[in-house]
């Protein structure tokens, strides 16, 4: 492996590689020299950049929960337009369609990662956490607009649709879910809670 080659934003690569190897081989197969191989860098790139390993780890999973962000304002930003359940169904879909089921199995399998995430101050699991509250945050954004009921409890409907969505997305052996199978999931989730003409 030649190790004069240059990286732009050796961060962001190895993320993105760590990222490819995930979804494509799963988190077995993640270790520090498959994303440096996938990088297409010497192994030591890593190291310069991260303490170790799980250091490594615990920067990426933080790194995409800090992604949400934009997910939850445009979330939020769709209040009071399409419908609540195409919304959530489309929002759900974006999340797990993307590395997030993969990043879940991830923490899940490796206690050094999670360890690592506690000390960063992430309680639960990384990312499933982050995304009850992005659902919660927009669905307070439609009680204000009248569209949920005001005594729906969000804080219960929001794990819930992002537990029924991670169970949905989560076999990597048949592929995602259809559309119709989210929008059904969703619609019987949140039907007793809204108040849409």
Sequence with gaps: MPTGVALRDAR???FEAAERVLLRDGPSALTSRAVTTEAGCAKGVLHRHFADF???LAELV????AR???QAAALRGQAGAGT???NLAAALTDLFESVAVAIVALVISRDGLRARLREAGTGGVPLLN???GMIASYLRAEQERGRVAADADVDVLAPTLVGAGHLLFADRESGPPDTATVARTVTAVVAGSLREP
């Design 12 to 14: 962001e690569q190895l």
């Design 54 to 56: 799980d250091a490594f």
């Design 62 to 65: 933080l790194d995409r929960v």
């Design 68 to 70: 949400l962000d934009r």
């Design 84 to 86: 609540v359940a195409g």
């Design 130 to 132: 982050e995304a009850a």
